[in-house]
């Protein structure tokens, strides 16, 4: 799956609103980043499109970190799509960044990964594709939202313990004045560090009637485009036409995927699920879909989910189902 068949990403209605409200014009943006000014208007773009428009602002802005605070400071809550407002309107900050972490699947190309531990929370923003990295506003954008979102929550200034960047984000005092903490940068991830406690400190916006309302849709809408692309489902797919290559390793599935391995082993993992157990998986279905055509020997079985020596392929079956290929081959016929 290259870059070009994985997105369209959706832009916040109140994302253009906001740049005029800041003072920078959306038809400048759409021209510096050298896209049709029917960019304005789509809402849906792909994913290079999407960076683009986010470096063209950067670069209209100026400086990254005074381009992040304006931003951040200026979207209005009105403004908010409905996974948006799922967030603003949870019972406490916590529920509010699990409910971001959950609903940010419907809108790649970032995702968070929330942990807390001790009397921290660490929220660490990844790209669907580790090969291609959102532009370093927009990071800082997703951080520094991140923290603004707790702060319109609960209506405290909420302070961050310390927040990481992998690339320079322009005036670091400006950063440092807006989050409330120390700013680090040139580190291996991009991460905001919440102090644990403000996670208990419930919404003033918690609304349980839209809650009741906007829930059951948008989960219902993210399992079914978790059912339709789970990085589970695509593996298996791209396995069963690789298996008669010969030996197939995780490398391999994840070049074809256009990610690193890396991500490709986190996203299983975030399944539930390990690329072994998919190989194995895949290696026993298609082995019993084979084995109930008669006209096809066991040994060409073996080669066609990927065994070069039959007798591997013997093993590995009897270690799945208890008997011999042709064992149960005779039991299905009977």
């Known amino acids: 799956m290259n870059a070009s068949s994985a997105d369209r990403?959706?832009?916040?209605?109140?994302?253009?609103?906001?740049?005029?409200?800041?003072?920078?014009?959306?038809?400048?943006?759409?021209?510096?980043?050298?896209?049709?000014?029917?960019?304005?208007?789509?809402?849906?773009?792909?994913?290079?499109?999407?960076?683009?428009?986010?470096?063209?602002?950067?670069?209209l802005v100026g400086d990254i970190a005074t381009g992040i605070v304006k931003l951040a400071t200026a979207f209005e809550t009105a403004q908010y799509p409905p996974a948006a407002l799922a967030t603003f309107h949870a019972r406490d900050y916590r529920e509010g960044l699990n409910r971001m972490a959950r609903y940010k699947q419907l809108c790649p190309p970032e995702y968070?990964?929330?942990?807390?531990?001790?009397?921290?929370?660490?929220?660490?923003?990844?790209?669907?594709?580790?090969?291609?990295?959102?532009?370093?506003?927009?990071?800082?954008?997703?951080?520094?939202?991140?923290?603004?979102?707790?702060?319109?929550?609960?209506?405290?200034?909420?302070?961050?313990?310390?927040?990481?960047?992998?690339?320079?984000?322009?005036?670091?005092?400006a950063l440092e004045s807006y989050f409330g903490c120390h700013i680090r940068m040139g580190t291996g991830c991009n991460r905001l560090i919440l102090n644990r406690t403000d996670l208990d400190r419930p919404f003033t916006s918690y609304n349980e009637e839209l809650l009741e309302i906007l829930t059951p849709a948008l989960d219902r809408t993210l399992e079914e485009r978790q059912s339709q692309h789970t990085v589970s489902a695509k593996v298996q797919w791209i396995l069963s036409r690789c298996l008669t290559r010969g030996r197939i390793d995780i490398q391999t599935v994840a070049s074809e995927l256009g990610m690193s391995e890396r991500t490709l082993q986190r996203r299983?993992?975030?399944?539930?699920?390990?690329?072994?157990?998919?190989?194995?998986?895949?290696?026993?279905?298609?082995?019993?879909?084979?084995?109930?055509?008669?006209?096809?020997?066991?040994?060409?079985?073996?080669?066609?989910?990927?065994?070069?020596?039959?007798?591997?392929?013997?093993?590995?079956?009897?270690?799945?189902?208890?008997?011999?290929?042709?064992?149960?081959?005779?039991?299905?016929?009977?």
Not at 307 to 330: H, I, K, M
Request: proline share 7%.
């Open 268 to 334: 299983l993992t975030g399944e539930g699920v390990s690329f072994k157990q998919l190989l194995v998986k895949t290696r026993w279905e298609m082995a019993v879909a084979y084995l109930a055509d008669p006209a096809l020997e066991i040994k060409e079985v073996a080669f066609l989910v990927g065994y070069e020596d039959p007798n591997s392929f013997y093993r590995a079956f009897r270690s799945w189902t208890g008997e011999t290929p042709a064992n149960w081959r005779d039991v299905q016929e009977n």
């Open 112 to 173: 968070l990964r929330i942990q807390e531990q001790g009397e921290q929370c660490s929220i660490e923003l990844e790209w669907e594709h580790a090969e291609l990295p959102g532009p370093p506003v927009l990071v800082g954008i997703t951080l520094a939202y991140l923290l603004e979102f707790g702060r319109r929550g609960t209506g405290h200034p909420l302070k961050a313990h310390s927040v990481e960047f992998m690339n320079p984000m322009g005036n670091v005092q």
């Open 9 to 59: 990403i959706k832009i916040a209605p109140g994302f253009w609103t906001s740049l005029r409200g800041i003072g920078v014009e959306p038809i400048d943006v759409a021209r510096q980043a050298r896209l049709p000014l029917t960019v304005i208007t789509e809402p849906l773009v792909t994913t290079v499109q999407y960076y683009s428009i986010w470096q063209a602002y950067s670069e």
